[in-house]
């Protein structure tokens, strides 16, 4: 069984920055791609961003020049650093992994409970 655990959210004002991690544990084989994705209050779960096992990354349009995702491969973990927020990204964001574990031996999509980022004065 793999559990995804984040940390790091919470409430800050306009402007301000934030760092989410999620840590992944349990019997890994192998981690993949990573990324965190956001749903906001009465809509969908969107990509915010993506990372692969190589350090190659992808952003939502919305969260570019102003977010970083990172990952630290020997602590299976994912990190987003968030700068310069806005009240429109406001949401829970939720952590998500591609693992393989002892298990399966074959890769299966993991998820966290998410955290709760809120971005008001």
């Known amino acids: 069984q793999v559990q995804l655990v984040e940390s790091g959210g919470g409430l800050v004002q306009p402007g301000g920055s934030l760092r989410l991690s999620c840590a992944a544990s349990?019997?890994?084989?192998?981690?993949?791609?990573m990324g965190w994705y956001r749903q906001a209050p009465g809509k969908q779960r969107d990509l915010v961003a993506t990372?692969?096992?190589?350090?190659?990354?992808n952003y939502a349009d919305s969260v570019k020049g102003r977010f970083t995702i990172s990952r630290d491969n020997a602590k299976n973990t994912v990190y987003l650093q968030m700068n310069t927020l806005k009240p429109e990204d406001t949401a829970v964001y939720y952590c998500?992994?591609?693992?393989?574990?002892?298990?399966?031996?074959?890769?299966?999509?993991?998820w966290g409970k998410g955290t709760l980022v809120t971005v008001s004065s």
């Open positions: 990372i692969t096992s190589g350090g190659s990354t």
């Open positions: 349990g019997n890994i084989l192998r981690i993949n791609d």
């Open positions: 998500n992994a591609n693992v393989v574990s002892y298990s399966t031996y074959y890769a299966v999509n993991y």
